[in-house]
């Protein structure tokens, strides 16, 4: 007969479990009671709706990585965003909710779409002066309207404003308003929101968490144990728990997140002072060029880090015509080694086109927001100006 040997693998689990043995009736009494405590990791598991150990297991690498007291996975960023706002939802007296403007357009939808138009709630938006956040401003408002949540993200998407996160924080605290940040572009490399104050902290995985482009997940950290109850009962209740097999991959991928963004932000770095240099780019959006409105925010919050691996750009041109002309070509020019992908965050270089996607909101129809990965810099630098070439 042969001897069963122990697996050592060094790897999680995957647990596809739907439900977990309970084993008679008055254990299974006694976990459903506990269940009603919502704690973070559960004496025993019951239904991976509530809660599942590969998924928990993935929740801890993030946990590390965020410096925070728990960390919640969902199926996406949406039902992260979905899930950190609802928490502050109470009827009748529910007080305002306050989004900066440039954010996720996806989250401004779900804002409008969803929280306002459906569920009827007091959404306000705070915009910006000349690609700025007027500090000044934001506390009048706040002040004003003594909104629940103020939600930001720390590195705007496609125009990467940097707010003065830590005067946000510091006014959010003193007319008693929570702090929700979008920390997707950022990533915990560069700043760690909790450190500073923040109650919610939310990544789309999906992104650079992951990294590979081909996993969607998104995640809500915080300190404070009472938001976490709440928050994994709405999570329960709505049926936002990650699946084990998506857990057990970003458990595996996650592993490398930090090689893989300081080579992304390295490339990004140099990357956007060759196109700030050409004569065929109009502009640059990228917070570590001096040129950029909020560079000294961004200095001031990254401390020396990085600035992130997202690059924004337009092209030049005596009309519109002419730019989406250049900006066409740019794109076919690059297409067999960086691809047009509506996403972003990936191992490899992606683009996608702001008109495109954002219409009208962004005038500039030559520009581009590019996702810069982390091939080797050299090769990277031969295809951006072998489409640049292409333009003469």
Not at 76 to 87: E, F, L, N, P, R
Not at 243 to 261: E, G, K, M
Not at 318 to 333: G, M, N, T, V, W
Request: glycine residues 6%; aromatic residues 10%.
């Amino acid at each position: 007969m042969s001897k069963k040997r122990e697996v050592n693998s060094p790897r999680v689990p995957i647990y596809r479990d739907v439900g977990f043995e309970l084993y008679d009736t008055a254990i299974a009494g006694e976990a459903f009671r506990r269940e009603t405590e919502n704690e973070r990791e559960p004496d025993l598991f019951i239904y991976s709706r509530y809660r599942n150990p590969t998924v928990i297991a993935a929740e801890e690498e993030i946990m590390k990585l965020e410096g925070s007291a728990w960390a919640l996975l969902t199926q996406s960023g949406m039902s992260a965003i979905d899930t950190a706002v609802s928490i502050f939802q109470n009827g009748k007296s529910t007080r305002p909710w306050l989004f900066f403007s440039e954010i996720y357009g996806g989250t401004i939808s779900f804002a409008e779409s969803v929280l306002k138009n459906r569920r009827g709630l007091d959404i306000h938006s705070f915009l910006p002066d000349n690609e700025r956040y007027n500090i000044d401003k934001f506390e009048l408002l706040v002040k004003s309207i003594k909104p629940a949540f103020v939600y930001m993200e720390a590195v705007s998407n496609p125009m990467l404003i940097v707010p003065d996160a830590l005067a946000v924080l510091k006014i959010a605290n003193e007319y008693g308003s929570r702090v929700i940040v979008d920390n997707t572009f950022a990533t915990p490399f560069l700043w760690k929101p909790l450190e500073n104050g923040a109650d919610i902290v939310i990544h789309s995985v999906t992104k650079y968490l992951s990294g590979h482009g081909n996993l969607t997940a998104g995640v809500l950290c915080g300190n404070d144990k009472e938001l976490m109850k709440s928050a994994i009962e709405y999570r329960k209740f709505v049926g936002h728990l990650l699946s084990a097999d998506d857990a057990y991959r970003l458990h595996t991928q996650i592993q490398s997140f930090r090689l893989r963004f300081r080579q992304q932000s390295s490339n990004a770095v140099q990357l956007s002072g060759i196109l700030d240099q050409s004569p065929l780019i109009r502009r640059v959006w990228y917070p570590g060029l001096r040129s950029h409105p909020s560079y000294n925010e961004a200095v001031n919050l990254f401390s020396g880090k990085g600035f992130g691996a997202m690059i924004t750009f337009d092209f030049d041109g005596k009309d519109a015509s002419e730019k989406r002309i250049r900006r066409d070509l740019f794109i076919r020019s690059v297409s067999a080694k960086i691809k047009l992908i509506p996403s972003l965050g990936d191992y490899r270089t992606i683009l996608l086109p702001v008109e495109s996607v954002w219409g009208a909101k962004y005038p500039e129809p030559g520009m581009i927001r590019l996702s810069v990965g982390f091939e080797d810099y050299d090769e990277l630098l031969i295809t951006i100006n072998q489409g640049l070439n292409s333009l003469h």
